[in-house]
C-alpha cells in the first residue's frame, strides 16, 4: 500500500502531516486557506529519522546512535541490522495552497 502524502505547514514547520491533520487543525483554528509543501524525501542524507523518539539522528561512518546501543532497537530481519524504527527524513518540495474543503492548488 502506497503511503499518503504528508505536507509541512505554518501550523508545525518541524513535521510533515497527512491532509486530514493539517484540515482538522484548519478547522479548529477557523483558517479558510493555508500555504503548504509536499513532503519530498531525501535520499542519500547522512541523517535519518527514529519513529520512536521522532528524533532526527546522524550517520557518523561505523558509529551512530541509533544501534544495539539503544534500548528500543528492533532490527527490521530480527536478528541484526537496520533498526525497522529507523525512518526517512523528509524536506519541503512543491508548493500548494489548501483549502478548507480540501483542493490542493500548486502555487507557480
Do not use: Q
Not at 482538522?24 to 542519500?44: Q, S
Not at 520512536?52 to 536478528?79: A, H, S
Not at 525512518?87 to 508548493?95: A, H, L, M, R, T
Amino acid at each position: 500500500m502506497k503511503k499518503p502524502k504528508t505536507y509541512f505547514s505554518d501550523i508545525d514547520d518541524e513535521f510533515s502531516h497527512s491532509k486530514i491533520w493539517l484540515l482538522e487543525r484548519m478547522k479548529e483554528r477557523e483558517i479558510t486557506e493555508l500555504k503548504v509543501n509536499e513532503a519530498k524525501r531525501v535520499i542519500g542524507s547522512d541523517f535519518y529519522f527514529c519513529k520512536i523518539y521522532d528524533t532526527v539522528g546522524e550517520r557518523c561512518g561505523d558509529f551512530n546512535d541509533c544501534g544495539k546501543m539503544c534500548d528500543d532497537y528492533e532490527p527490521r530481519n530480527g536478528k541484526s541490522g537496520c533498526c525497522k524504527h529507523r525512518g526517512f527524513c523528509y524536506e519541503p518540495g512543491k508548493e500548494f495552497i489548501l483549502n478548507i474543503n480540501g483542493k490542493l492548488t500548486e502555487v507557480k
